[in-house]
């Protein structure tokens, strides 16, 4: 039975850890306590190029998005494919917590695990649970997305002409 009681909640906490994972990272890779401007840039264009492709798309298209972006490399200095990466596992995370996954425990199995493999039909195989989880992670990115935008960066000080 799915877990309706805190889905908007789990959406927005998803959605928040996601932001936050991506800024520890680009703040890791850069070796700066502060975000960096072009970094939050990266950040926000990654989640925001998710968001289209899962609403213009749907949940087919979005996992194989994500695998091309680079979700399934192990290490990578690429600010957008570790985004991604991120992307992927929080979408993986979420649905896990919904109950919408059982009897997985790894992300890069996501796509399986939606159009289905061998005798299991796949958590798409109905169209209303197939429109449920796109929403669902729609409303993740979305925290995301905000979440990302409001990040602050590193200040750098122009030249006093």
């Known amino acids: 039975m ?26 890791g890779l850069s070796k700066s306590d502060m975000l960096l401007k ?3 840039s990266k950040i926000v264009n990654t989640i925001t190029k998710a968001i289209g492709v899962l609403s213009a ?4 298209a979005y996992i194989i998005w994500l695998e091309y972006k680079g979700s399934q490399k ?10 991604a990466k991120i992307i992927h596992q ?5 649905l896990k917590k919904e109950e919408f996954i059982k009897n997985s425990n790894n992300y890069k199995e996501l796509r399986e695990i939606f159009i289905g493999k061998n005798e299991n039909p796949g958590i798409c195989h109905d169209i209303y649970q197939m429109f ?14 905000y979440s990302a935008r409001a990040l602050e960066v590193k200040e ?3 030249k006093e002409e």
Do not use: H, Q, W
């Not at 805190?6 to 990272?25: I, P, V, Y």
């Open 57 to 60: 798309d749907g949940p087919f």
């Open 132 to 145: 449920l989880v796109k929403g669902i992670l729609e409303k993740m990115l979305t925290y995301a997305l």
């Open 90 to 94: 929080k979408s993986f995370e979420l």
């Open 38 to 40: 072009s970094d939050k």
């Open 74 to 83: 192990d290490e990578s200095e690429n600010i957008e494919e570790r985004v």
């Open 2 to 27: 799915l877990n309706f009681k805190n889905l908007e909640r789990d959406c927005a906490d998803s959605g928040f850890l996601l932001t936050n994972d991506a800024s520890n990272l680009a703040k």
């Open 156 to 158: 750098t000080k122009e």
